[in-house]
């Protein structure tokens, strides 16, 4: 404690200190944003007022260091109108310069999924966008970051029929 006392009672060791802080953040706001895609979408299980989906999610860290993600929420929205939220604590790592795939279970309510079978009356296609936060835990355990992200896409629904889901993203380009 004495070492710390003298080392920040000097001039020269607060403005190091200050530096190394400076430098820290200025390390940490570099960050490029890692990208999110929606790779699968299952339908798990149902009850009379809540239905509960599982997204298997793509996240591409384009940073040349790891990502340690504690957290994350999302939300699916299917035609422009709210589908699906959830959120999650699981905890794992995007490589640098690299991708990991996570799935998470979301929940729709009655309601919502009955307007939106409602809506797809002679649609071929259906416009999905997921839009969230990743919750990324900050280097020496200062603080958290966190990341939006948004992605837009186009589900085949005739390939959904056929057993499968075609993923298209962004829409536009096929």
Do not use: W
């Not at 404690?1 to 400076?22: E, P, R, T």
């Not at 416009?127 to 603080?143: D, K, M, S, V």
């Not at 085949?156 to 993203?169: A, H, P, R, V, Y």
């Amino acid at each position: 404690m004495l070492f710390i006392n003298k080392i920040l009672g000097s001039k020269v060791g607060m403005f190091a200190c200050l530096s190394l802080l400076l430098t820290a953040c200025a390390t940490l706001s570099s960050y490029e944003r890692p990208r999110v895609y929606l790779t699968d979408l299952q339908f798990r299980e149902a009850s009379m007022l809540a239905q509960h989906f599982l997204l298997r999610l793509r996240i591409d860290n384009p940073n040349d260091s790891a990502l340690s993600i504690d957290g994350m929420e999302v939300s699916l929205n299917l035609n422009g109108h709210p589908l699906a939220q959830g959120v999650s604590s699981q905890s794992f790592s995007v490589p640098r310069f690299g991708s990991t795939e996570t799935e998470m279970r979301v929940t729709t309510t009655f309601i919502s999924l009955v307007q939106q079978i409602l809506s797809l009356q002679g649609q071929r296609e259906l416009n999905y966008e997921i839009a969230g936060q990743l919750h990324l835990t900050r280097a020496l355990g200062f603080g958290r970051r966190v990341f939006p992200f948004q992605e837009k896409g186009v589900l085949d629904l005739e390939t959904m029929g056929n057993g499968g889901i075609s993923f298209n993203s962004p829409p536009g380009r096929r």
